[in-house]
């Protein structure tokens, strides 16, 4: 079974800036795309960034320019570095991680990011 867990959420107020740390363990094969997404009160999950092992990210537009997704395939390990944080990205984030070879995503439990005004 694949562990995921997220780290480094917390309260910053906005302008700043928060890192978030993902590290996975337990896979047999290799993780493949890995992603950060993020959930705030009374809506719906959404995508924040994606990143593949070849390093190509893709970015939700209310984030370019303002967030980095990286990763480090030695690792099994991802990473979101967020800057100029505005109070609209205040939520739970959560870190997934693809295993293609048996199509599965895993997800772990999120780490909350607060953005004050």
């Known amino acids: 079974q694949v562990q995921v867990a997220e780290s480094g959420g917390g309260l910053v107020q906005a302008g700043g800036s928060l890192g978030l740390s993902c590290a996975t363990s337990?896979?047999?094969?290799?993780?493949?795309?890995m992603g950060w997404y993020r959930q705030a009160p009374g809506k719906q999950r959404e995508l924040v960034a994606t990143?593949?092992?070849?390093?190509?990210?893709n970015y939700a537009d209310s984030v370019k320019g303002r967030f980095t997704i990286s990763r480090d395939n030695a690792k099994n390990s991802v990473y979101l570095e967020m800057n100029s944080l505005r109070p609209e990205d205040t939520a739970v984030y959560f870190c997934?991680?693809?295993?293609?070879?048996?199509?599965?995503?895993?997800w772990g439990q999120g780490t909350q990011v607060t953005v004050s005004s």
């Open positions: 997934n991680a693809l295993v293609k070879i048996t199509r599965t995503t895993y």
């Open positions: 990143i593949t092992t070849s390093g190509i990210a």
């Open positions: 337990g896979s047999r094969f290799s993780i493949s795309d």
